[in-house]
């Protein structure tokens, strides 16, 4: 069953989800509980509201067009599990103490900015997210080698797989690129300490930022020996460069930075 129509005006990148059955099923596989805490991003005509509502969840909707906040307020108003928040998710204050869900079609120019938001601060007590994002955006941040900053730093807190993959027939009005079902699970064990968060983002971010082996790029942190030790104690090369390494080895190369004093 198709959903109306998107409105006149939207923010880039938006498309809509055209099938209720399909939203009902993505949220199925969210794996929501009765009384969960759930912030869905960008409500736009509340395909997927409906859906979370009927988890039993508790749902706060965000939306920052002032036209479609309030047609999703007069929609799910008597809805007590439902609370519409007309806000921009790249800037809004996340939950600091309750655990919580995040269930979201993101607009896929904002994608980035969004998770940048969400997923910076891994002190956030956010269990799970389950996000619509670009094919080419997911995959990036999916697979284990070749790495990057951003996909680096967030697995050391979050596994992230790429759920589904949806055509852009799915969507109204149609991308001109494919979607995937991005997942973000909480790590039970995290690969860094949440303490260590910012001195790890420094840490990449200088390594990243050179093309020479990370021998020379960490020279400042750790000898050229000790990198060679490392390369064969965790299975990389001895030459390697940074967007070479996975999330594991980058975590345990940063473990040891960290027990000599750097920072």
Not at 179 to 185: E, G, Q, T, V
């Amino acid at each position: 069953m198709a959903v109306r129509r998107r409105p006149a005006r939207e923010a880039p990148g938006q498309h809509f989800l055209r099938s209720r059955e399909l939203a009902a099923d993505l949220v199925a596989g969210a794996g929501l509980t009765h009384g969960d805490y759930v912030v869905e991003i960008g409500g736009g005509t509340g395909v997927l509201t409906d859906a979370l509502a009927r988890t039993g969840a508790h749902v706060a909707v965000l939306e920052r067009d002032p036209g479609l906040a309030a047609e999703l307020r007069a929609r799910f108003g008597r809805e007590a599990a439902v609370c519409v928040v007309e806000a921009d998710a790249a800037r809004y204050a996340w939950p600091t103490r309750d655990a919580f869900h995040v269930v979201a079609n993101l607009p896929f120019a904002g994608s980035g900015a969004i998770l940048a938001g969400l997923l910076g601060d891994p002190r956030l007590p956010l269990k799970r997210a389950h996000v619509i994002v670009q094919w080419e955006f997911a995959e990036k941040l999916a697979r284990v080698c070749p790495t990057t900053v951003r996909g680096t730093y967030w697995r050391a807190w979050y596994e992230i797989s790429i759920d589904r993959r949806l055509d852009r027939t799915a969507f109204s009005p149609p991308p001109g690129v494919d979607a995937a079902l991005l997942r973000l699970d909480r790590r039970k064990s995290p690969r860094v300490p949440v303490e260590a968060s910012a001195d790890y983002r420094l840490f990449l971010t200088t390594a990243f930022a050179s093309s020479a082996p990370i021998r020379h790029s960490l020279s400042s942190s750790l000898s050229p020996l000790e990198v060679k030790r490392l390369a064969a104690a965790l299975g990389f090369a001895p030459n390697a460069r940074a967007r070479e390494l996975d999330a594991t080895q980058w975590a345990r190369v940063f473990a040891l930075a960290r027990r000599r004093g750097v920072r």
